[in-house]
C-alpha cells in the first residue's frame, strides 16, 4: 500500500471537511475523487500532503506512519501534488520553476537537475517555454506546468487538483493520455477532477466524497450509478424520477 488514510477528521469550526476517512491506495493504482463544490476534495489533498494537520486519525506513507511529518520531508518522501489554483512563482522562467520544485524534491542521482528538468519540459510540451515568465503563460501551459513542477520533485505518487477544467476538447485529451502513461510508467495516481469523462478514461477506480464524508469507492461505473452518489453528486433523485 503507497498511501493509507485511517479514521482521518478534520473540520474548520462548523465546517467538516474530513469525517473519519479510511483510504488505502495501493502502488501503482490510479484513483479518482469526485464529489461537489466544497465537498472537501482539496482538503484531503492538504491532508496527505501535510497542508493540514488532521484533528484525529493517521496518514500512512508506504507503510510509514507521516501525519507528523512536514510538508517538505512528506515530499521528499515521494508525494507530488499539483494545485487547484496554479500557484507558480510568476516572475521565474518556466525552467526556473521546475529548478526550484526539483531542488524542494528529491535527490536527483546520478541525474542532474538541469537533465531531470530538461526532459520533464519535453514531455509535458512546455520545451518552447522555457525561458518564458510563468506569469505569462496560457491556461493550457499553466496546467501543464502545474504537472510538470509535481513532476520535478520525483515524486512516487502524485495528487492532481482539478487539472482539466477549461482546456479545449483535444486538450483535454492530449492531458489524459500523458496521465494514463505516467501512471502506466508506475507512478500512482490520485486524480480529482469535475471533468468526469476525461477522469473515468484513466482511473480505475473512484472514490466520491460529500461534507468530508466518503460516500462511495469502488469500480468506477457501479459508482457512477449508485443512487446515493447520483442523489449527491447529480442532483438526480432515483425515486423520484421513477
Ligand atoms: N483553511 C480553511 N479554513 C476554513 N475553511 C476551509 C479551509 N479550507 C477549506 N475550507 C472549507 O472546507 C470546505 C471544503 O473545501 P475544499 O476546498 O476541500 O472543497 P472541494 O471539494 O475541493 O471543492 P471544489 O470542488 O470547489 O474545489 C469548504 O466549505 C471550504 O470553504
Ligand atoms: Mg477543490
Known amino acids: 500500500m503507497i498511501l493509507r488514510l485511517a479514521g482521518v477528521s478534520k473540520r474548520f469550526g462548523a465546517v467538516v471537511v474530513a469525517d473519519k476517512i479510511d483510504l488505502?491506495?495501493?502502488?501503482?493504482e490510479a484513483l479518482g475523487i469526485i464529489g461537489a463544490n466544497g465537498a472537501g476534495k482539496s482538503s484531503l489533498f492538504n491532508l496527505i500532503t501535510g497542508v493540514v494537520t488532521p484533528d484525529a486519525g493517521t496518514v500512512s506513507l508506504?507503510?510509514?506512519?507521516?501525519?507528523?511529518?512536514?510538508?517538505r520531508n512528506r515530499c521528499v518522501a515521494g508525494i507530488g501534488r499539483s494545485f487547484q489554483i496554479p500557484r507558480p512563482f510568476e516572475s521565474l522562467t518556466v525552467f526556473e520553476n521546475l529548478l526550484v520544485a526539483s531542488e524542494y524534491g528529491r535527490e536527483h542521482g546520478h541525474r542532474g537537475a538541469n537533465?531531470?528538468?530538461?526532459s520533464i519540459l519535453e514531455r509535458t510540451g512546455l520545451a518552447a517555454q522555457a525561458n518564458t515568465l510563468a506569469g505569462k503563460l496560457t491556461l493550457l501551459n499553466r496546467k501543464r506546468l502545474e504537472m510538470a513542477r509535481a513532476l520535478a520533485t520525483q515524486p512516487d505518487i502524485v495528487l492532481l487538483d482539478e487539472i482539466a477544467g477549461g482546456l479545449t476538447e483535444a486538450e483535454c485529451h492530449e492531458l489524459v493520455a500523458f496521465i494514463r502513461q505516467l501512471n502506466q510508467e508506475g507512478v500512482t495516481i490520485v486524480w480529482i477532477e469535475h471533468v468526469?469523462?476525461?477522469?473515468l478514461s484513466v482511473v480505475s477506480r473512484l472514490v466520491v466524497l460529500e461534507f468530508g464524508r466518503k460516500i462511495a469507492d469502488g469500480e468506477p461505473h457501479a459508482v457512477m450509478n449508485d443512487p446515493e452518489v447520483r442523489r449527491s453528486y447529480l442532483g438526480i433523485d432515483d425515486e423520484v424520477a421513477a
Not at 488505502?24 to 501503482?28: F, H, I, K, L, T
Not at 468526469?196 to 477522469?199: F, I, Q
Request: overall charge neutral; hydrophobic content about 40%.
Open 62 to 71: 508506504g507503510g510509514r506512519d507521516v501525519t507528523k511529518v512536514s510538508l
Open 115 to 118: 537533465e531531470l528538468c530538461g
Open 24 to 28: 488505502d491506495v495501493a502502488r501503482g
Open 196 to 199: 468526469v469523462h476525461a477522469l
